[in-house]
């Protein structure tokens, strides 16, 4: 069966450290992983792509990792302010039997919160 | 600012109402999305529609009817709907469906709640 793992449900951190949220995988080989941020209220929205072929991913201060041995990616925002308080979802490109065409399942997501 | 729209940001109802929700995108997009967010659970994939045809229907009860008229428009159709469907409904596109290298693009939802 499907299974996608976010790490913890919350995770808080002091501003200026860096933020690193894990999201592991079973029983699939995707060929892409995309992270998200969802603020309360509000839809998720899209922050980073990567490709089963890539390791790392970055955009300003935002990381991405994807190792397909351990089925593992790590989300990294580094110098975090409150502002990045948020939650984060994965969500892995997965074809289902008897399917032609992907979908995205997503993990229950990690809350985090920086303080002042 | 979001390119997709629903409406109503928030729906309360009874068990014997008959009720739709609305998403429009300003995308271009080709490909829609329901998904359903209740609390401490995934995201759920519920229907997908791909240049205006259903691809997929995740074993969604009857009781809720999807349509899409065109690329840019999508409706959810609620009726004889049960308490455990309280939730948020969002909306989502991407230009087109079933390629996972493409972000998906979600509205802020409707929040149903089911008396």
Not at chain 1, 55 to 68: A, I, P, Q, S, Y
Not at chain 1, 91 to 112: C, E, H, K, N, V
Not at chain 2, 19 to 31: D, F, R, T, V, Y
Request: aromatic share 10%.
């Amino acid at each position: 069966s499907q299974k996608i793992e976010q790490n913890s449900e919350a995770l808080n951190i002091q501003e200026g450290k860096t933020a690193t949220l894990t999201c592991n995988y079973t029983n699939y080989s995707p060929a892409y992983l995309q992270w998200y941020r969802q603020d309360p209220g509000r839809g998720p929205v899209f922050l980073l792509l990567i490709r089963e072929n890539e390791k790392e991913k970055r955009k300003e201060r935002l990381k991405v990792t994807f190792d397909t041995t351990l089925k593992q990616s790590l989300f990294h925002i580094t110098a975090s302010q409150p502002a990045d308080s948020a939650t984060y979802l994965c969500a892995l490109d997965i074809i289902d039997r008897g399917s032609t065409l992907g979908r995205l399942y997503f993990g229950r997501g990690t809350q985090l919160t920086v303080w002042p | 600012e979001t390119g997709v729209t629903q409406t109503p940001r928030h729906l309360v109802m009874g068990m014997t109402n008959k009720k739709s929700l609305k998403c429009e995108q300003h995308l271009g997009h080709n490909a829609m999305y329901w998904y359903k967010q209740s609390a401490k659970k995934p995201l759920e994939l519920m229907f997908v529609y791909n240049f205006k045809e259903q691809t997929e229907n995740n074993s969604v009860p009857s009781r809720f009817s999807p349509e899409c008229p065109n690329s840019s428009h999508l409706f959810l159709h609620l009726h004889t709907l049960q308490p455990e469907d309280s939730a948020l409904y969002l909306c989502a596109s991407s230009p087109v469906g079933g390629a996972g290298n493409q972000p998906q693009h979600f509205g802020d939802g409707t929040r149903l709640s089911i008396l």
